[in-house]
């Protein structure tokens, strides 16, 4: 159970995520042991002692043991080569897992896509609309597709309202299978690539969520440039973002607030105002009224209530030429034209100004391909702090799934080793040998070649599925040398046989059939798991279940083989090292 502290401890979307699998597989363990000191010492009372127990074993456990006796003399006669050999292969595991990159959360098959279609700021709806239609065709003739549907901006009365330039579609997938659902999505990219000038993102709706919850944005990788000077800070990312769109694995690259979007600019004329008789305030609020709206009443239908608000019929608000054409009435009754009291024109304006902490802050958004998000960040940080010469006051920062995933394997690595400290105390308290503790912990190392193996073998990426994985391989790894080290003490200390290779080889011979059987119901457990990672549903936990069962296979035939030799030559376990008073430990 103290092996899945560490799970317990994991923050954020991590926590989210695999926290209920550490309560699920503690309170397993306990129910387990409940059953073991109670109700399974009842059960063989009644059921065991009914007739006599069989006298030999079946044929088949006799051979294994024979075999496996022949192989443990075997082992013994060359040892040092074999040592020689394990040693390499968990130095170069470990070594491996300090390199392996992978995503935060993989690529997940949610039956439906959302891609993103960004236009220049100031696109009119129905030209967002027109070139949505265009799009929304050239998906709808990719096979597999089964519906598109577009919306375009957000209303201002929710929390994060767009622009009519940004357009959003739901492309919803036919019934099939993950392998053919990557296939599709490589299509739908074809397809939004053939419209030049489109800024275009695809993802899945649950990792957008996740993504969005990380960093704030819809992608799996967020550069924010922090600064003082808004030119500076919007010069300094359309630099990072061309840069970004040169390295390899990146999708798409999207500034969030681009500038650049029209705006009129209407300055008034002091002089003018004082001479027409006008305050400044009145000719704000009639430019208000005519080109927003202003609410002057309420009517009443039923139950229900509406605001009444006046504007300039939608034909006199087309034309920006008009503007200026637009009659102002002073207190004393006189109309005057606004170019009269005002210059008009058109200027280039911010579409947004985004803050984070009071900073302000334009991010880069980046979606990647098929490129782990690890090694891209790896590659686009260097490549930033060598060519982007920043200005003081300016930085960039990358946050994303990569600085999520950089956390969780922090966060596992701390707690991890705090929990492998509580499971050496209790092993001693349990074994009171530091020897016997050591020769336990040894398979940690026999579990670790199996995990990188089978990551390697699986295409080299650790998502957090994987680094979760690894945490569950060294506990349940642990009970095998446990059961092995424990049957040696047992040997020496109750049956009274002298330590040697008669004891090594008979205790190992006496557990091989419940370490075989641990193991094997342990794999069978997680093998439909395993074979169906990469599937619909599975993404997160199939990775997970490849490295505890590669761990477990190693880890299982490690501990038969090498660590009965390791017992055999430094082990402790004579009885007056146990039993005299004041012997050293």
């Excluded at 957000?154 to 053919?180: C, H, I, T, Y």
């Excluded at 098929?370 to 930085?395: H, L």
């Excluded at 342990?522 to 599975?538: F, K, M, V």
């Excluded at 038969?560 to 430990?585: H, K, N, Q």
């Amino acid at each position: 159970m103290l092996i899945f502290l560490p799970v317990l401890t994991l923050s954020g979307i991590a926590g989210k995520l695999f926290a209920p699998l550490g309560v699920a597989y503690i309170l397993a363990v306990l129910a387990s042991l409940g059953v073991a000191l109670t109700l399974t010492p009842a059960m063989a009372l009644a059921l065991l002692t009914r007739g006599p127990l069989p006298d030999h074993e079946p044929r088949l456990l006799t051979w294994l043991k024979t075999r496996y006796t022949a192989l443990l003399l075997k082992v013994e006669q060359r040892v040092r080569t074999i040592m020689v050999v394990v040693a390499v292969m968990c130095v170069a595991a470990l070594a491996a897992l300090l390199f392996l990159r992978g995503n935060f959360i993989p690529e997940l098959r949610e039956g439906h896509y959302i891609v993103h279609m960004g236009l220049a700021p100031g696109t009119s709806l129905a030209e967002s609309m027109r070139i949505g239609a265009q799009v929304s065709q050239a998906l709808m003739h990719v096979s597999g597709v089964r519906l598109v549907a577009q919306r375009a901006g957000r209303a201002n009365g929710v929390v994060d309202p767009v622009g009519v330039q940004l357009s959003e579609f739901e492309v919803e997938l036919a019934p099939m299978s993950a392998a053919r659902q990557t296939a599709i999505l490589h299509r739908i990219q074809e397809a939004l690539a053939r419209f030049p000038g489109l800024t275009t993102s695809v993802n899945t709706f649950l990792v957008e969520r996740i993504d969005e919850t990380i960093s704030g944005v819809t992608a799996p990788v967020a550069v924010n440039v922090f600064g003082d000077n808004l030119d500076v800070i919007d010069r300094k990312a359309q630099d990072i973002a061309r840069l970004l769109g040169t390295i390899r694995g990146a999708a798409s690259v999207r500034v969030e607030s681009p500038p650049g979007i029209p705006e009129l600019d209407v300055r008034l004329k002091p002089d003018q105002l004082s001479r027409w008789g006008f305050r400044p305030v009145d000719v704000l609020d009639a430019i208000q009224s005519a080109y927003l709206g202003s609410t002057v009443a309420q009517t009443y239908e039923g139950s229900r209530t509406y605001d009444v608000t006046v504007v300039l019929a939608p034909d006199a608000r087309k034309k920006l030429s008009d503007v200026g054409a637009l009659m102002l009435r002073n207190p004393d009754g006189l109309a005057v034209p606004l170019r009269e009291l005002a210059t008009i024109g058109q200027v280039s304006g911010r579409y947004q100004i985004t803050h984070d902490g009071g900073r302000r802050m334009q991010t880069v958004s980046v979606n990647l391909g098929n490129r782990a998000v690890s090694d891209f960040v790896s590659e686009a940080q260097a490549r930033v702090n060598r060519d982007i010469v920043m200005p003081k006051g300016t930085y960039a920062v990358f946050s994303g799934e990569s600085e999520a995933r950089t956390q969780s394997q922090r966060d596992l690595l701390a707690y991890g080793a705090m929990s492998a400290v509580g499971i050496a105390l209790l092993l001693f308290l349990a074994m009171k040998s530091r020897r016997g503790v050591m020769l336990v912990m040894v398979n940690l190392p026999f579990a670790l070649v199996g995990g990188v193996l089978s990551v390697l073998l699986t295409g080299g990426d650790l998502s957090l599925g994987g680094m979760v994985g690894f945490v569950t391989l060294f506990g349940i790894s642990l009970r095998n040398s446990i059961m092995l080290i424990s049957h040696y003490e047992h040997l020496v200390h109750v049956d009274e046989m002298p330590w040697g290779m008669e004891a090594a080889v008979r205790g190992a011979s006496e557990r091989l059939i419940p370490i075989l059987m641990t193991a094997l119901v342990t794999a069978l457990a997680l093998l439909p798991l395993a074979l169906t990672s990469g599937a619909a549903g599975n993404e997160i936990e199939g990775p997970m279940a490849i490295v505890i069962l590669g761990g477990l296979a190693t880890s299982t035939i490690l501990n038969l083989i090498v660590l009965p030799t390791l017992a055999l030559r430094y082990g402790r376990f004579e009885r007056d090292t146990m039993t005299e008073p004041g012997a050293a430990i």
